[in-house]
């Protein structure tokens, strides 16, 4: 069923669905032979990861649901081969829950505090408390710093499990944490050094710097500083990317110059074990950030050759680019996940753009579809076909792995659609199984609409455009207005992309209706 509203009666479109006649056709087609397997290939390859928690386990899948699965053909010309001449794609054999990721995290900081521990000298005197404080925030400090780097490593199986905007909040939280350690390490390392030598604060300070490794360390934190005043919100709408991230480049060297000062340090110089360790968790963590942000994009953009093959205008200010190469389907890229591609072209060429997928992986082709938000993805409407493309990822965990449940609602917001078109299109499921709701201020902001009424109308689906003003008096994602389209609303799993503040509005008025926390799934891709 598909409708439009603008405002609280919805009423339906004209029906587009398939003639009657085909109806009996397929039910008069001859049995499938016994030898044939059950299940086609196009369905068994887009089921989710896990198995949907309310529907018993099947040896196989109704004939009725396999078809309604295998009928879907958007009128993309290049989506537009039929599901079973797609090429499977591999899931990634690790993902790491958020859980395992936070205790991991959590166990390293408790092996750090051991390691002080085990080194401390309980004393009375102030000059001693002080120092011990010190050594206890630096060994934190340096440990943290390492976890930011590892959290922007991206590495496959953190960013699939986690996802890259959550990745990316957890680097921004714990940076202030960190930049907090550091400046409880300088003032408690001051205050030791002024009480031991019974000088003046400044003197304290001047006789600390003589020394080359807190020298190094100053200036490694001076750094730390700049990366994170360049983070605040309110600075970075002001910056462009290009700076930003040449700023945020310094931290590589800020790390380096804390490693020197670390090595100079009581606690880590006091024993070669101690050295050992601290020096292979630091090697690990480099050799990590140059596999995966070097390495791998440099050897994919070799193996793949990726170019883009076309630029087609899909409304206005947005367009779907096509993106061809070698190999394709190795990249393992799975419905509702995102690359950062770089085109190499004037204006582009040093900016990774974050661009989910807008379209199943097919024919070794890509595609993506962009609105001209600002000058980078404005010039993509000027691509030209030929110009190479380099693409790092996939990355995101918006995918049918998060899947708990057999009834899926898709809320899309502006061109949040992206992901959650090609969603649309591949998770399983029999008629009313899936769900979309398209939010959009008027119809000439709907994008992709004919493969969206194509999908919805070949998998017998529900899709909802709801169309109006975001300030307008009547609230489309309103609690009661969703329970409205969506009875069961509190039963389904809900995959959820759109601008920030839609994506906030939706997520409390889902909470409100009655679905979980749990089973609201997002990427926001501001943060990605």
Excluded at 372 to 391: K, Y
């Amino acid at each position: 069923m598909t409708t439009e509203a603008s405002h609280p009666l919805y009423v339906p479109l004209a029906p587009l669905a398939a003639p009657r006649a085909e109806e009996p056709r397929r039910r008069q087609r001859p049995p499938v032979p016994p030898a044939r397997p059950a299940e086609p290939p196009a369905a068994r390859s887009v089921r989710p990861a896990e198995p949907v928690a309310t529907r018993p386990a099947r040896p196989a899948r109704s004939a009725r649901s396999a078809r309604s699965i295998r009928s879907v053909r958007p009128t993309d010309p290049v989506a537009a081969r039929s599901a079973r001449s797609a090429r499977p794609s591999a899931v990634p054999a690790l993902r790491l829950a958020p859980g395992r990721l936070r205790a991991g995290v959590v166990a390293g900081a408790g092996a750090v505090g051991l390691l002080w521990g085990l080194q401390a000298r309980p004393s009375a005197r102030l000059d001693v408390l002080f120092a011990s404080g010190a050594h206890l925030t630096g060994l934190l400090a340096g440990y943290g710093v390492l976890v930011l780097l590892l959290l922007m490593a991206r590495i496959p199986a953190v960013e699939h499990g986690v996802g890259a905007d959550r990745l990316a909040r957890r680097h921004a939280l714990g940076g202030r944490y960190v930049l907090g350690l550091i400046a409880a390490h300088a003032v408690l390392a001051l205050c030791g050094h002024a009480v031991h030598t019974r000088a003046d604060l400044v003197t304290a300070a001047g006789d600390l710097l003589s020394y080359g490794a807190i020298a190094a360390a100053t200036a490694g934190t001076a750094l730390l500083v700049a990366v994170g005043i360049t983070s605040a919100r309110s600075v970075r709408r002001r910056l462009r990317h290009e700076t930003w991230r040449a700023v945020h480049l310094g931290a590589l060297l800020a790390a380096a110059l804390g490693f020197v000062h670390q090595l100079a340090g009581p606690d880590i110089a006091g024993g070669l074990l101690t050295r050992w360790l601290w020096s292979l968790a630091h090697a690990v963590v480099a050799v990590l950030l140059v596999w995966y942000r070097i390495v791998v994009p440099v050897r994919a953009a070799l193996r793949h050759d990726l170019r883009v093959a076309e630029v087609r205008d899909e409304g206005p200010g947005v367009v779907s680019v096509l993106i061809r190469g070698r190999g394709v389907d190795r990249l393992r890229a799975e419905p509702g996940q995102f690359f950062r591609w770089r085109f190499l072209r004037r204006g582009l060429w040093a900016t990774a753009l974050p661009f989910s997928l807008s379209a199943p992986v097919r024919d070794d082709t890509l595609r993506i579809t962009v609105k001209a938000l600002g000058d980078h993805t404005r010039r993509v409407r000027r691509l030209r076909p030929g110009t190479r493309v380099l693409a790092t990822g996939p990355f995101g965990a918006l995918t049918a792995h998060r899947r708990t449940r057999r009834k899926v609602l898709l809320l899309a917001g502006g061109v949040g659609i992206t992901p959650l078109r090609a969603l649309f299109e591949t998770l399983p499921g029999g008629p009313g199984d899936v769900t979309l709701l398209y939010r959009a201020s008027d119809s000439s902001s709907v994008v992709l609409r004919e493969e969206l009424e194509a999908i919805a109308r070949e998998r017998r689906a529900d899709l909802h455009f709801l169309l109006g003003p975001s300030d307008g008096s009547f609230d489309p994602l309103a609690p009661r207005a969703l329970r409205n389209l969506v009875p069961d609303l509190a039963a389904h799993d809900v995959y959820l992309c759109g601008p920030p503040a839609m994506a906030r509005a939706a997520t409390a008025s889902l909470r409100r209706a009655g679905v979980p926390a749990s089973r609201i799934h997002s990427e926001d891709f501001d943060h990605a």
